[in-house]
């Protein structure tokens, strides 16, 4: 892979829980890691795709009542997509795609809304709020031939959603592998899996990969919640989490919820049928 001009961006360091107290990032993932193997012989059958994600997690299916809306926010996203910022400018030391192939648009973080965020997808996130004990939610955006190296994540406890909303022609050619099952994305077709178990991502298109990825709790049987729970709210309230929170708001205007545009239009519309002509004086 690409070595990132800055020599911090993708490296491991402190975790700063505040302004003073850190931990060191690499071994307390590893810690986590270990904690998350068993954890993963607790967690649903995953990962599952399609039908099956739903059947598993119907609530899901609210993203699918609004799929309509969702794509119209996107697609006004989209028209600012210079401003999106690569998952390195949010969060330096993550994953490092070359450059900016990997763009993320973080809408909730660890249980916080970014409201600078929010008000550019306002149905998006209507839907995302009907979904109970989300933790984050973000539209991850893949443009053609990049990849993203295999690597587990660190949220223990938790179950990443994606719900494809923009795919390749060939969908077959843009895929990800996990834990040796091998899936390629559909448009508004769900995929669900375990976070920490090995995946890695490929777009061997020139076209752009669009999904919405949603990190929810999975409802760990006791006393692993109470593990679950603390790391939840250790990271939740750290500094580490603010400063990404900060550098992820970016400055796309603000849209009107769909509910608001209707009304407008058609009060809009209908004072243009009600406007009387102008009368004719002899």
Not at 70 to 92: F, G, M, Q, R, T
Not at 207 to 234: G, Q
Request: aromatic share 8%; with cysteine.
């Amino acid at each position: 892979m690409e070595a990132s001009d800055n020599p911090g961006v993708g490296q491991k360091g402190r975790f700063y829980l505040t302004k003073h107290i850190w931990v060191p990032q690499e071994p307390a993932e590893k810690f986590n890691l270990k904690m998350s193997d068993m954890i993963l012989r607790r967690m649903p059958k995953l990962p599952l795709g399609g039908e099956d994600a739903l059947k598993a997690f119907p609530v899901l299916a609210e993203l699918k009542k609004s799929h309509d809306k969702i794509k119209d926010d996107l697609n006004y996203l989209l028209s600012h997509h210079e401003e999106i910022p690569a998952l390195h400018e949010v969060h330096p030391r993550d994953l490092f795609v070359p450059g900016r192939a990997w763009r993320t648009f973080l809408l909730k973080i660890w249980g916080h809304e970014i409201t600078e965020n929010t008000a550019a997808v306002p149905d998006t996130y209507e839907a995302i709020c009907n979904i109970p004990g989300v933790h984050t939610a973000l539209f991850s955006i893949l443009q053609g031939g990049a990849e993203i190296t295999p690597h587990r994540g660190s949220a223990a406890g938790v179950i990443r959603f994606h719900y494809p909303l923009i795919v390749p022609k060939h969908p077959e050619d843009c895929w990800i592998e996990i834990g040796g099952h091998h899936f390629f994305w559909k448009e508004g077709e769900p995929l669900v899996f375990d976070d920490t178990r090995e995946h890695w991502v490929k777009n061997q298109t020139k076209e752009t990969r669009v999904v919405l990825i949603i990190d929810f709790d999975a409802n760990m049987p006791f006393p692993v919640n109470l593990y679950t729970a603390l790391r939840y709210n250790l990271i939740r309230h750290s500094s580490e989490v603010k400063a990404v929170r900060e550098r992820a708001a970016i400055g796309v205007p603000p849209r009107m919820p769909s509910a608001k545009r209707a009304v407008s239009q058609g009060v809009i519309s209908m004072a243009s049928h009600t406007t009387s002509a102008p009368v004719e004086r002899s």
